[in-house]
């Protein structure tokens, strides 16, 4: 028997809402299909993808390069563990390093896993070659964060649905508020290894902080000799229309983090770069990762920032990331009751609601009937991050649409 193509999307909707864990709400689209900045749902109707799996997919929806690059790989050789050395791994790693000046990568799979291995290493720093005693070093990290999800992350998260009814949790984390460079230097103790940051925020709803804050940052840490870590998971790689978000300061950190489109969209790899010796703290068996920095991975990612680069997406991202929010200013103009601010940097974009407007969730839904799927971060903060492929052409169409379901949601 053939069914209905809506009755396809009910039934898939219905097996994962019975067999899943409830620990995501999505909005009812079941997709099948994408290409470049397009998606298609069983039904077959197209949607401009605004979010791009939280900036996990820069590159568009399965580009034919880094397909072809995971293709050829996965017929060759997939997993050695790092037991052995593999032909992809070094390559990786001086592709990395020539492209963001840094001096060693440490290969991961997820971003929080990589968030925690630069936890590890500025913990152990501090203690071997800062003489700071056994276990107390203290990381300063920000207000209204989102670094993962797992124990040591979702501790020091601020936000109750992140770390509630999950403790306890590891100490050493000190909470300042994100932006305020004066909290942040108060904060610094003769236990301090590290401050820990996102350049933007974006979980928290693409919070930038006042100009020159992360070049504050980078003062503060080289007068107190402790680690800068940026958590640029979400922020790099082009989403702001440069390769890292730090070099809208003119800055460099010590420890970047980086992961999400380091994946082209294909397949989960983090990596935590450094800028000095810090990472030599770690010796052979102290830390490590079955499938982190597989070759299959490393393949991966080499296509991943090849064509980043060769395709021009992180000026692309700039260009179109100036025009987008513009046409979200003009929207924020002209629905002043509904929209408190309109602001971004590259594609990395976020209307905010006045909580009067009822909420972001039937904004995004009304957007979804209007062919773009958004995402509402907390309850009144619709984010927009279509891939870096977009043109602009489309970004006028996507305004079009915003424009009218704003205006007819009045
Ligand atoms: C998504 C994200 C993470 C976590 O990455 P996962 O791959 O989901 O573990 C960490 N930090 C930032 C800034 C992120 O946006």
Same mark, same amino acid.
């Given at each position: 028997?053939?069914?209905?193509?809506?009755?396809? @999307?009910?039934?898939?909707?219905?097996?994962?809402?019975?067999?899943?864990?409830? =620990?995501?709400?999505?909005?009812?689209?079941?997709?099948?299909?994408?290409?470049?900045?397009?998606?298609?749902?069983?039904?077959?109707?197209?949607?401009?993808?605004?979010?791009?799996?939280?900036?996990?997919? =820069?590159?568009?929806?399965?580009?034919?390069?880094?397909?072809? @690059?995971?293709?050829?790989?996965? %017929?060759?050789?997939?997993?050695?563990?790092?037991?052995?050395?593999?032909?992809?791994?070094?390559?990786?790693? %001086?592709?990395?390093?020539?492209?963001?000046?840094?001096?060693?990568?440490?290969?991961?799979?997820?971003?929080?896993?990589?968030?925690?291995?630069?936890?590890?290493?500025?913990?152990?720093?501090?203690?071997?070659?800062?003489? &700071?005693?056994?276990? /107390?070093?203290?990381? &300063?990290?920000?207000? %209204? =964060?989102?670094?993962?999800?797992? &124990?040591?992350?979702?501790?020091?998260?601020?936000?109750?649905?992140?770390?509630?009814?999950?403790?306890?949790?590891?100490?050493?984390?000190?909470? *300042?508020?994100?932006?305020?460079?004066?909290?942040?230097?108060?904060?610094?103790?003769?236990?301090?290894?590290?401050?820990?940051?996102?350049?933007?925020?974006?979980?928290?709803?693409?919070?930038?902080?006042?100009?020159?804050?992360?070049?504050?940052?980078?003062?503060?840490?080289?007068?107190?000799? &402790?680690?800068?870590?940026?958590?640029?998971?979400?922020?790099?790689?082009?989403?702001?229309?440069?390769?890292?978000?730090?070099?809208?300061?003119?800055?460099?950190?010590?420890?970047?983090?980086?992961?999400?489109?380091?994946?082209?969209?294909?397949?989960?790899?983090?990596?935590?770069?450094?800028?000095? /010796? *810090?990472?030599?703290?770690?010796?052979?068996?102290?830390?490590?990762?079955?499938?982190?920095?597989?070759?299959?991975?490393?393949?991966?990612?080499?296509?991943?920032?090849?064509?980043?680069?060769?395709?021009?997406?992180?000026? =692309?991202?700039? %260009?179109?990331?100036?025009?987008?929010?513009?046409?979200?200013?003009?929207? @924020?103009?002209?629905?002043?009751?509904?929209?408190?601010?309109?602001?971004?940097?590259?594609?990395?974009?976020?209307?905010?609601?006045?909580?009067?407007?009822?909420?972001?969730?039937?904004?995004?839904? @009304?957007?979804?009937?209007?062919?773009?799927?958004?995402?509402?971060?907390?309850?009144?903060?619709?984010?927009?991050?279509?891939?870096?492929?977009?043109?602009?052409?489309?970004?006028?169409?996507?305004?079009?649409?915003?424009?009218?379901?704003?205006?007819?949601?009045?």
């Amino acid at each position: 028997m053939v069914l209905p193509k809506d009755h396809a @999307a009910s039934r898939l909707i219905a097996l994962e809402e019975r067999f899943g864990a409830r =620990n995501y709400k999505p909005l009812d689209v079941v997709l099948e299909r994408g290409e470049g900045v397009w998606v298609w749902d069983v039904a077959g109707k197209r949607y401009l993808d605004c979010l791009s799996a939280y900036s996990a997919v =820069n590159q568009g929806h399965c580009h034919p390069t880094i397909l072809t @690059a995971m293709e050829t790989q996965a %017929r060759r050789l997939t997993l050695t563990s790092r037991a052995f050395r593999n032909d992809q791994l070094g390559e990786f790693y %001086r592709e990395l390093c020539e492209l963001t000046n840094s001096h060693k990568v440490l290969p991961m799979n997820s971003g929080a896993e990589a968030v925690e291995s630069a936890i590890k290493i500025v913990r152990k720093w501090g203690y071997d070659a800062r003489g &700071i005693p056994p276990g /107390e070093a203290e990381i &300063i990290v920000c207000n %209204r =964060n989102f670094h993962g999800r797992t &124990i040591a992350l979702v501790g020091f998260s601020s936000d109750p649905d992140s770390f509630g009814g999950f403790g306890p949790f590891p100490k050493g984390f000190r909470l *300042v508020q994100f932006g305020d460079i004066d909290a942040a230097a108060r904060a610094v103790s003769d236990r301090t290894v590290a401050i820990l940051a996102e350049p933007i925020q974006g979980e928290a709803g693409v919070i930038i902080p006042p100009e020159g804050y992360l070049r504050d940052l980078r003062a503060l840490c080289d007068e107190t000799g &402790i680690q800068l870590i940026l958590d640029e998971i979400q922020t790099g790689l082009g989403r702001t229309g440069t390769l890292l978000a730090e070099e809208h300061d003119g800055i460099e950190a010590d420890l970047t983090v980086i992961g999400k489109a380091l994946s082209g969209g294909f397949y989960p790899i983090s990596a935590v770069l450094s800028n000095t /010796e *810090v990472m030599d703290v770690l010796q052979p068996g102290q830390h490590g990762s079955t499938f982190g920095g597989n070759p299959l991975a490393a393949a991966i990612g080499r296509a991943a920032i090849r064509v980043l680069l060769e395709e021009g997406m992180i000026e =692309n991202a700039a %260009r179109m990331g100036r025009r987008f929010l513009k046409g979200l200013q003009t929207i @924020a103009g002209r629905n002043p009751d509904t929209i408190r601010e309109a602001r971004g940097r590259g594609l990395l974009m976020a209307l905010e609601l006045d909580p009067s407007a009822g909420g972001a969730r039937r904004f995004t839904e @009304a957007l979804k009937a209007r062919g773009l799927l958004c995402k509402e971060t907390h309850d009144h903060i619709i984010r927009f991050a279509p891939p870096l492929v977009i043109d602009g052409e489309t970004v006028d169409w996507a305004i079009d649409r915003i424009d009218d379901a704003f205006s007819r949601a009045q």
